[in-house]
């Protein structure tokens, strides 16, 4: 109960200062015009994403920035700004790629995709590594198909007792707030129109 509280006064809170720097910013506008200033806040830092939160039970974006085998990972996430994404309420079930599934791409490959021009196709790759449901790894077993955040299919498959996701192997699950971090031994890229 304190938890929500607190979340519900920080989210206040939040909004008073976001809607105080607005005012502030209007204020100030032509004083920063005369500075050649940027504007301070943007949308692409704003949303429950940028939050911090200590108490509650890690989201998949924050397993994400915790873990030093996803700095790929986050890079890209950041790129395609879809942080605000990832801290939903879920379920998500998130099929994370290590940095060494990163590196086996293609070289050039990562480079390519952080440009800021091809902030769309990075969006759809990493919109097929998310999924809507919250399921183990045994029990996707269960699965021969799952219906992507990109709105394609991936396939499941089960190897040796191993599962696969579109190719790449489950080596990790962490149960995160909004849902589970499936780690993935490869990126996994969505098929071609």
């Not at 890079?75 to 086996?104: I, K």
């Not at 490959?109 to 769309?120: A, F, G, Q, R």
């Not at 919250?134 to 190897?159: I, M």
């Amino acid at each position: 109960m304190k938890s929500t509280i607190k979340l519900r006064m920080m989210g206040l809170f939040a909004l008073l200062t976001i809607t105080s720097s607005c005012k502030n910013a209007t204020q100030n506008e032509s004083k920063e015009a005369t500075h050649n200033k940027p504007n301070v806040a943007s949308e692409y830092t704003k949303g429950q994403a940028f939050i911090e939160d200590d108490e509650s039970t890690p989201n998949v974006l924050q397993i994400a920035l915790q873990s030093d085998d996803h700095t790929t990972l986050v890079a890209a996430v950041q790129a395609a700004q879809l942080e605000n994404v990832l801290v939903n309420a879920g379920p998500l079930m998130v099929f994370a790629p290590t940095n060494a599934a990163f590196d086996a791409l293609p070289e050039g490959t990562v480079e390519d995709l952080l440009k800021p021009e091809n902030k769309e196709s990075l969006a759809n790759i990493l919109k097929y590594h998310v999924t809507p449901g919250n399921y183990s790894k045994d029990f996707l077993k269960n699965f021969k198909k799952l219906g992507q955040a990109n709105d394609q299919n991936v396939a499941v498959e089960t190897k040796e007792g191993e599962v696969y996701v579109g190719g790449a192997k489950i080596i990790a699950s962490i149960p995160a707030g909004n849902g589970i971090v499936h780690v993935v031994d490869k990126v996994i890229l969505p098929p071609t129109p």
